[in-house]
């Protein structure tokens, strides 16, 4: 088996089509070109041997020192060995501006600026592209002034080591390798290019494109009021805007989608099967991701999701069924699942891979989530235009349509459908937020069937969803299982923080749930061998939870650990090992820097606080919102 890194080991850099995982060492050991749904050039950490990678090292020294650049998506890797420095700065050129859809430009260019920052060093390179996840083979030529590389089918030439790099034989393909003798000032800049459509080579510019870039992620990150609504952040303030950015860089420029993560079958637990591919824009967590950006002052990326999403249920009219739970960045519905055998996995952990067959599944707590992006948006100001709120109006009236049927969950259980009671919930928000949009907002459509199908749901949550000899809300009707989803009922307000049924939810979750801290989605069969990490999400929800039941102490501990649990860059991934900390599952992961995001505001507004703009969901003042029939606002 090859050569892994751990998870944590990585940094991500991207210019919102796709985005690249670089490594401690130098090496990039994924990206896929031209977006990240697409197929793989550089795979190795699928599979260390063939995967293919774009290493650039200093030979004896070892792992790098990795730092972003101020509040922004470029990277720089520090190399220190005995007789030099070596600073590698890594980034995607964008340009223009990317609030929302707003019309950003990203040449499919990959920089790598080398810089001897003292000393001398031997810059050690590596390129070994191997196209649509390693399944062809891969040659490498001289082209004039650089290397092009090619499987018949795609296409990338790399320019800055004409002089010095060699081709050799390797598994797959050609590996070009080259050493770079470098003095205290000199520069060498890499630029790595999809396609052959532009041959040329500009180093000279490569200054003026990292400062416009550069820019660009600093202005998105402080504009439109998001500097104002982070005033409550303190110290957390660097790594609310590390989650911010990695954030967006799950968002699509051209379509307003937002992918889960930019990763494939990382494991969820090494050496086994539950290996799935996230690159696609579910529903739940594209809005979920809305919401925590328009927590933090940034209300477009929300309103081109509801735009993106109409656009494709407009488009998928025909097809005789309605939202589904996942599309791809484009929204295409043609998400099959497919393993690639030929690869080995991440340390051994098969099969890798693409596509996602829970694309078929009937998820219903999706209808929530939609709607509470769309009253988060109303009630902070935004109007949304007609098309949306029609849109709207149609998913409230599916949601009714649908809530008596059993479903997969969030959690996308792969075994029958049950009656999941988050499920329930979930429709139930969807349908509680559609009554206020109808009444406050503008939303048209049947608001007393909604309004009555909204009762009818909380009636059956209370009276099966909920064991009394458990002493919690349970995973689904009958069932004895506990499920950390529960935890969201008062987040959601479906009940508040002082019922008993919360209450017991929450001590039942610590107990049952809770391991080193860290809180595991459920312990139930789920139809597949081997067991998963904690759930870094459901954590989050655990803090959030804790803070707003008046348990402070509590959260901040478990708040204060799970701050420590981000990687030297500020990044999370989807699970933890309990025991070691070790990351698990794909990478960044949205719904971990979701839960960063909330849980922060609410231990904040817990402290007392000024929290700007509207009060929180879940809040007393929220709720003193709704009840009263007008606007709320919190102190500033």
């Not at 988060?376 to 029609?390: F, N, V």
């Not at 909204?454 to 009394?468: C, F, K, S």
Request: aromatic letters at 10%; proline letters at 4%.
């Amino acid at each position: 088996m090859g050569d892994y890194k751990p998870i944590g080991d990585y940094a991500v850099i991207g210019n919102l089509r796709t985005a690249a995982l670089v490594g401690t060492d130098g090496s990039i050991d994924w990206c896929c070109y031209p977006y990240l749904d697409r197929t793989s050039v550089f795979a190795a950490l699928l599979d260390a041997r063939r995967g293919g990678r774009f290493r650039v090292s200093v030979p004896g020294t070892g792992s790098g020192r990795q730092r972003y650049a101020g509040e922004t998506n470029i990277l720089r890797t520090e190399f220190s060995g005995e007789t030099g420095k070596l600073v590698v700065t890594d980034l995607m050129p964008l340009f223009g501006d990317i609030e929302g859809r707003a019309g950003s430009f990203a040449p499919p260019e990959l920089y790598r600026i080398l810089e001897c920052a003292g000393g001398s060093v031997e810059a050690a390179v590596e390129w070994s592209p191997r196209f649509d996840y390693a399944r062809g083979t891969t040659g490498i030529s001289r082209i004039p002034g650089g290397w092009f590389a090619t499987d018949g089918r795609d296409d990338m030439t790399l320019f800055g080591i004409e002089e010095a790099g060699k081709v050799e034989e390797g598994e797959g393909g050609h590996t070009l390798r080259a050493e770079i003798p470098m003095r205290e000032g000199d520069r060498r800049v890499l630029i790595a290019r999809w396609g052959t459509e532009d041959l040329t080579y500009r180093p000279d510019d490569a200054g003026s494109v990292e400062e416009q870039t550069a820019e660009v992620w600093r202005t998105w990150a402080y504009g439109s009021g998001a500097g104002r609504a982070r005033e409550w952040a303190g110290d957390l303030l660097p790594l609310l805007v590390r989650s911010e950015l990695a954030l967006k860089l799950l968002t699509n420029a051209a379509t307003g989608a937002i992918a889960a993560a930019p990763t494939t079958s990382l494991p969820e637990d090494i050496g086994g099967v539950r290996n799935w591919d996230y690159r696609f824009a579910w529903i739940r967590d594209s809005a979920m991701t809305a919401q925590a950006l328009i927590a933090l002052g940034h209300g477009a990326e929300a309103i081109e999701l509801l735009s993106w999403m109409e656009r494709v249920s407009e488009m998928q009219a025909g097809e005789g069924r309605g939202l589904r739970l996942m599309y791809s960045i484009h929204g295409w519905t043609d998400l099959d699942e497919e393993d690639l055998l030929h690869l080995e996995g991440y340390r051994g952990s098969r099969p890798v891979r693409i596509g996602n067959g829970a694309a078929v599944q009937l998820q219903l707590e999706i209808y929530g989530e939609l709607l509470n992006t769309a009253y988060e948006l109303a009630r902070r100001g935004h109007k949304l235009p007609e098309k949306e709120m029609a849109f709207l109006s149609r998913v409230t009236d599916e949601a009714c349509s649908l809530w008596k049927e059993p479903d997969y969950g969030i959690w996308e259980i792969r075994s029958e459908p049950r009656h999941y009671v988050y499920s329930k919930v979930m429709l139930w928000v969807a349908l509680d937020r559609a009554v206020h949009l109808t009444d406050r907002y503008g939303l048209r459509g049947d608001r007393d069937r909604w309004a009555r199908n909204a009762a009818a749901i909380r009636r059956q949550v209370l009276e099966q969803g909920y064991d009394a000899e458990v002493g919690a809300f349970v995973q689904s009707y009958g069932s004895k299982d506990l499920d950390a989803a529960n935890l969201r009922i008062p987040l959601l307000e479906f009940l508040p923080f002082d019922d008993d049924r919360v209450e017991g939810t929450i001590d039942a979750t610590i107990e049952g749930l809770t391991e080193n801290g860290l809180v595991y989605r459920y312990r139930a069969d789920d139809g597949l061998p081997g067991r998963e990490g904690a759930f870094g999400l459901c954590t989050f929800w655990l803090i959030d939870c804790l803070a707003l039941s008046g348990r402070i102490d509590e959260a901040r501990s478990l708040f204060s650990r799970m701050v420590d649990r981000a990687n030297h860059v500020g990044l999370y991934p989807e699970q933890f090992d309990p025991a070691t900390g070790a990351f698990l599952g794909n990478f960044p992961q949205a719904f971990t820097h979701i839960g960063l995001i909330n849980s922060a505001l609410y231990i904040a507004y817990a402290e007392g606080k000024p929290i700007p703009g509207h009060a929180p969901i879940g809040t007393p003042e929220h709720r003193a919102e709704l009840e009263g029939g007008r606007v709320v606002m919190m102190p500033v």
